[in-house]
């Protein structure tokens, strides 16, 4: 069993800055898959960055693609998601998630073992 728990949501003006931290606990964390997904109610939970199990490998969505950077700590139990340029559309509630490794970086929700509880993030116009 692997715990996440997010943190560093909150609201933002457009064009500023956030952070979200994610810290596994429990079973090693370092050894799964990290993800960042999010959703606006009503909506499907959608991928946003994912990074593998060695933490040296990325990938992004196209809409966050030059804006967000996923790093891995030294650890591998915390992963962040820097949020840079904020849009009005990028305010969804942010989930962390955790799968297997043998899938390198995870971007589909079905692929994913573990979530956190999710942080709001709001931008505003």
């Known amino acids: 069993q692997v715990q996440l728990v997010e943190s560093g949501g909150g609201l933002v003006q457009a064009g500023g800055s956030l952070s979200l931290s994610c810290v596994a606990s429990?079973?090693?964390?370092?050894?799964?898959?990290m993800t960042w997904f999010r959703q606006v109610p009503g909506e499907a939970r959608n991928f946003v960055a994912a990074?593998?199990?060695?933490?040296?490998?990325?990938s992004y969505a196209d809409s966050v693609k030059d804006r967000f950077t996923i790093i891995g700590d030294n650890t591998g139990n915390t992963v962040v998601l820097q949020m840079n340029s904020l849009k009005p559309e990028d305010t969804a509630v942010y989930y962390c998630?955790?799968?297997?490794?043998?899938?390198?970086?995870?971007?589909?929700?079905?692929?994913?073992?573990?979530w956190g509880q999710g942080t709001q993030v709001t931008v505003s116009s």
């Open positions: 998630a955790a799968g297997p490794s043998n899938y390198g970086m995870i971007t589909r929700v079905d692929l994913i073992d573990y």
């Open positions: 429990g079973d090693t964390g370092s050894s799964y898959a």
């Open positions: 990074i593998s199990r060695s933490r040296r490998h990325t």
